[in-house]
């Protein structure tokens, strides 16, 4: 913070051209063609950019401690530019891409119109409903679903810590993505099967990627509407970073369909960032914060505390939940089926 309150407050106005600057280097490849430093003319010639333009977002990229400027005038990677690399193991890279979608910036910019109503706005402002559109264009569906696959490992530790899975015989994911969570978890109890149940497209993209990762054998990846049905089998069911997606009334539509699916003696695993659990850094809650702004503008839904959680497990035919000790940012509550 600076002592000026107004250069400070002009410093937040400021954060969508960050964001559309960091989604231009990461487009152009910038943080990528930087293995090694290069001066900006070598750096233009990599990333097809005309060199004195490309000196001033790369002067900018410097303010902002992304880069950093050496001997001869050669640029060169910080550890925060290093974070948006396509190999960076963060995958990062997947999420600027992503949340810089013009759709999704169009509907924050109907924020204030969310905010009266309670509603949300993307449809509105988008002409169809963001899964629409996702569904519709491959690309953007793709690095959707990369930047959500990117806080698995984080979501498997939460998941192994929260609970013993040792006798689980068949996990059964709902909505999960591209079955990055599922591969984590097989990959640590190999007696384990999984099925992914998410949209066709979806799906789809699952069934490679968990071939791909040679579990085939004990992983498969259905096609679901969940809204309609979900698979049934499981002895474990797992629905992450699903709920906060859909407001109060969807939410439970979804669960009651899962408490369908299960049967008496099967336990849900819900995995979400919920918002009063204990030992939370003021980093993480303002990060939780802005996504539940991103889910008001996006969806009309919310990130929950585990009371308004526990209220839609006891609508859908569940035990309140048990809130495990937090080992991650994400967090796990346990319930079991009633009657
Ligand atoms: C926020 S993503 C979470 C993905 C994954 N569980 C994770 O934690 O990374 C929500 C998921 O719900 C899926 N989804 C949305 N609408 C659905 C529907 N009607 N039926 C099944 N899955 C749906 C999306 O395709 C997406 O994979």
């Excluded at 709902?174 to 998410?198: F, I, Q």
């Excluded at 980093?283 to 996006?298: A, Q, T």
Aim: negative net charge; aromatic residues 6%; hydrophobic residues 50%.
């Amino acid at each position: 913070m600076n002592d000026d309150p107004v250069r400070s407050v002009l410093w937040m106005a400021r954060g969508a051209w960050i964001t559309m600057e960091l989604r231009a280097a990461c487009e152009l490849g910038v943080f990528d063609a930087l293995d090694d430093p290069l001066t900006v003319d070598a750096l233009a010639e990599v990333t097809h950019s005309d060199p004195p333009t490309l000196a001033r977002l790369v002067r900018s990229l410097v303010d902002l401690g992304l880069l950093t400027v050496g001997d001869h005038a050669a640029y060169e990677l910080t550890v925060l530019g290093a974070t948006l690399r396509e190999d960076h193991p963060s995958r990062l890279r997947d999420l600027v891409l992503m949340q810089a979608t013009l759709p999704n910036l169009a509907a924050w910019g109907a924020l204030d119109a969310a905010v009266r109503t309670g509603s949300g706005v993307f449809e509105q402002v988008n002409g169809m409903p963001s899964w629409e559109r996702l569904a519709r264009d491959p690309e953007a569906q793709r690095r959707f679903n990369a930047a959500m696959a990117r806080r698995a490992g984080a979501q498997v530790t939460a998941v192994l810590a929260a609970t013993d899975l040792s006798d689980a015989l068949t996990l059964l994911d709902v909505g999960g993505g591209r079955g990055a969570m599922l591969a984590g978890l097989l990959e640590a109890l190999p007696s384990l099967k999984g099925v992914v149940a998410d949209q066709p497209g979806v799906a789809a993209e699952a069934e490679a990627a968990l071939a791909e990762a040679g579990l085939g054998d004990r992983a498969s990846a259905v096609p679901c509407d969940f809204f309609t049905s979900v698979p049934e089998g499981g002895d474990v069911y797992t629905i992450a970073n699903v709920l906060h997606d859909w407001d109060d009334a969807e939410a439970v539509a979804i669960l009651r369909n899962v408490r369908a699916a299960m049967s008496h003696d099967a336990r849900l695993l819900v995995v979400e960032h919920v918002l009063d659990a204990p030992g939370r850094s003021f980093e993480e809650l303002r990060d939780i914060h802005l996504v539940d702004l991103h889910m008001l503008v996006l969806f009309g839904a919310r990130e929950r505390t585990q009371a308004e959680y526990d209220g839609l497990l006891t609508a859908s035919g569940f035990t309140a939940s048990r809130l495990a000790d937090p080992v991650s940012e994400w967090n796990v509550l346990e319930a079991r089926p009633v009657g």
